[in-house]
C-alpha cells in the first residue's frame, strides 16, 4: 500500500464525526461499530439512544459503559493521542478501541419447553412424568457482566446464540420449583402465574451475576401428562359427567356395537354378530319396555321420559284379633307392631279367620315385618382386671377400663390416648372396643309391670 493510501485511510478514521447505531432488527444484542483499525477519532460524537448501553473498551480493556446520551470523545475525556503523534510511529497510531453498542431493550417471545419428561411425586397418582412448556422475556442489566463472560470479542451477537444456555437454566429451575412445591398433578393449571413467578425470582440472581442477564416474566403455558394419564383422566371425568354406572355400562354397550359393526372383516364380522347378537336382544328389551311404557330410549342414556312408576297398591285394612299386655281386641298390623314394640317381653298373641289356633306375633309376617328389630344387648362389663397404659390431660399412667371411662366423661372434648400390649401405636380410647362399650352402655331398663294376661278362651 501507497504512503498515501495509508495516509487517506488513517485520516478517514481520525476524522469520523459520529458514532451511531440504528438497530433494526429484533434479535441483536451486541453490535460492534466498525472503526476502521479500531482507531478512535479524537472529538467525534458518541450517541446512544434510549434502550441501548455502550461500551467502551480502550487497548482491550473494558474501560467505561455509556447510558443514553450524547458524549464527545476527547483527549481530556479518552486516553485518545493527536494525529500527528502517529508520524512518529510510522503510522501505526499507539492508541486502539472499539465501541460495543448492547441493546438493554426487553427481548420477549423467547420459548422454554422440557426436551424429556421430569418425574415428580403426586400424593394421588404416584409418580407422574410431566412436560412442561411457555414463553420468557429478559433484558441485559448489566453490560459490562455480559460482555466479559457472554459475548467475548464477538461483534454480532444475537439472542440464538445465548437461548440455548438461558433454556437448559429454565427448565433446570421448573423441574426443581414443581418438585419442592408439591402441589398436585390436578391442581398445576391453577398455579402456572405463581410457579412462573417462584422460578424468575430464584433464576434472576444466578442469571444476573454470571451473565449481566434479568428475567423480567416467565409464563408457563401448559404443563402435561403422558398420554395414558390423560386418558385415565378423561374416563374420570366422563364418569362424574354421566354420574349414573347404569347409563355408562349402556354407553359403552354402544359403542362395542359401532365398533363391532365398522370392522368388516371375518373375524370382526364374528365378533360383531355375537356382540350384535347378545347386545340386541338387551337393547331390543329395553325398546320393548320403552313402547310399552310409552316413553323414547336413547342407546347413549337408557329410557328417556315415558310415565312414573305406579306405587304398589296400599295394603288392606285387615284387622287381627290380638291378646297381650295391651289388652284386648281387633286391631290393624300396625297398631299391632306398636303395642309389640312398648313391650317386647310380653306375650302378644294373634287370631285371624281361618287360623286353627293362635299363634304368637312373630309367625305373622304381616305384623313381624313391621316391628323394629329389637335392640342389642349391652356388652359384658370389662374385667377389673383389664388395664391400659393411658394418657390424657389429667393423668397418665396404667389405669383400668372403669378409670379411663371416668376420665373421658369429665373431660369428653379433650385427646385421651390408650395403648396395652398389641396396638402397633397410641390410639383414642374411644376407638377402643372395650372402652367405647362402656362409654355407651347406660343403665339397664327397667323390668316390666304386671305379670302376662290370661291366654285367651278357648
Do not use: C
Not at 487517506?8 to 458514532?19: D, P, R
Not at 479518552?78 to 441493546?103: C, E, H, M, R, T
Not at 363391532?260 to 355375537?274: L, S, T, W
Request: no cysteine; proline share 10%; charged share 15%.
Amino acid at each position: 500500500m501507497s504512503i498515501w493510501n495509508t495516509l487517506t485511510n488513517h485520516a478517514k478514521s481520525q476524522f469520523l464525526e459520529v458514532i451511531e447505531w440504528l438497530d433494526n432488527t429484533q434479535d441483536t444484542i451486541v453490535y460492534r461499530f466498525p472503526v476502521f483499525n479500531q482507531k478512535i477519532t479524537d472529538n467525534s460524537k458518541l450517541v446512544v439512544r434510549e434502550s441501548q448501553a455502550a461500551v467502551f473498551i480502550s487497548e482491550g480493556q473494558l474501560s467505561e459503559v455509556f447510558g443514553p446520551g450524547t458524549y464527545t470523545l476527547d483527549t481530556r475525556n479518552a486516553p485518545i493521542a493527536s494525529f500527528f503523534q502517529s508520524i512518529a510511529y510510522k503510522l501505526n497510531y499507539p492508541y486502539k478501541g472499539d465501541v460495543y453498542f448492547v441493546n438493554t431493550k426487553l427481548f420477549r417471545e423467547n420459548r422454554w419447553g422440557t426436551a424429556n419428561p421430569f418425574m415428580m411425586r403426586d400424593a394421588e397418582f404416584g409418580p407422574v412424568r410431566v412436560r412442561a412448556f411457555g414463553i420468557y422475556t429478559f433484558r441485559i442489566t448489566d453490560p459490562a457482566t455480559f460482555l466479559r463472560q457472554v459475548v467475548g470479542t464477538d461483534g454480532l451477537f444475537t439472542t440464538d446464540e445465548i437461548n440455548g444456555q438461558l433454556k437448559r437454566q429454565v427448565v433446570s429451575g421448573l423441574a426443581t420449583a414443581i418438585g419442592q412445591a408439591r402441589i398436585p398433578v390436578l391442581d398445576l393449571a391453577a398455579n402456572y402465574m405463581d410457579l412462573g413467578d417462584t422460578i424468575r425470582e430464584k433464576l434472576n440472581p444466578r442469571f444476573q451475576e454470571s451473565y449481566g442477564i434479568t428475567l423480567t416474566a416467565f409464563d408457563i403455558e401448559n404443563i402435561s401428562l403422558p398420554p395414558e394419564v390423560e386418558k385415565a383422566l378423561d374416563q374420570r371425568s366422563k364418569m362424574g359427567v354421566l354420574g349414573d354406572l347404569n347409563a355408562y355400562t349402556k354407553l359403552k354397550a354402544a359403542d362395542a356395537i359401532e365398533t363391532a359393526a365398522a370392522n368388516q372383516g371375518i373375524g370382526g364380522a364374528g365378533v360383531g354378530m355375537g356382540v350384535g347378537f347378545g347386545m340386541g336382544n338387551t337393547m331390543g328389551g329395553m325398546m320393548g319396555q320403552a313402547m310399552n311404557q310409552g316413553g323414547n330410549f336413547n342407546p347413549h342414556a337408557g329410557m328417556q321420559g315415558g310415565p312414573a312408576p305406579a306405587p304398589p297398591p296400599v295394603p288392606g285394612e285387615q284387622k287381627l284379633h290380638y291378646n297381650g299386655p295391651a289388652g284386648q281386641g281387633q286391631f290393624t298390623p300396625a297398631e299391632i307392631a306398636q303395642k309389640i314394640s312398648a313391650n317386647r317381653s310380653g306375650n302378644h298373641l294373634l287370631w285371624a279367620p281361618g287360623w286353627a289356633s293362635w299363634k304368637p306375633w312373630a309367625e305373622v309376617s304381616e305384623v313381624a315385618g313391621l316391628v323394629p328389630p329389637a335392640a342389642a344387648p349391652p356388652p359384658p362389663v370389662p374385667s377389673a382386671n383389664v388395664t391400659f397404659h393411658y394418657h390424657g390431660p389429667s393423668a397418665q399412667g396404667e389405669k383400668s377400663v372403669g378409670e379411663i371411662v371416668e376420665l373421658v366423661k369429665a373431660e369428653p372434648d379433650a385427646s385421651h390416648n390408650v395403648w396395652k400390649q398389641g396396638f402397633d401405636s397410641w390410639k383414642p380410647a374411644k376407638d377402643v372396643p372395650e372402652i367405647a362399650a362402656a362409654l355407651s352402655a347406660g343403665p339397664p331398663p327397667p323390668p316390666p309391670s304386671g305379670g302376662p294376661p290370661p291366654p285367651p278362651p278357648e
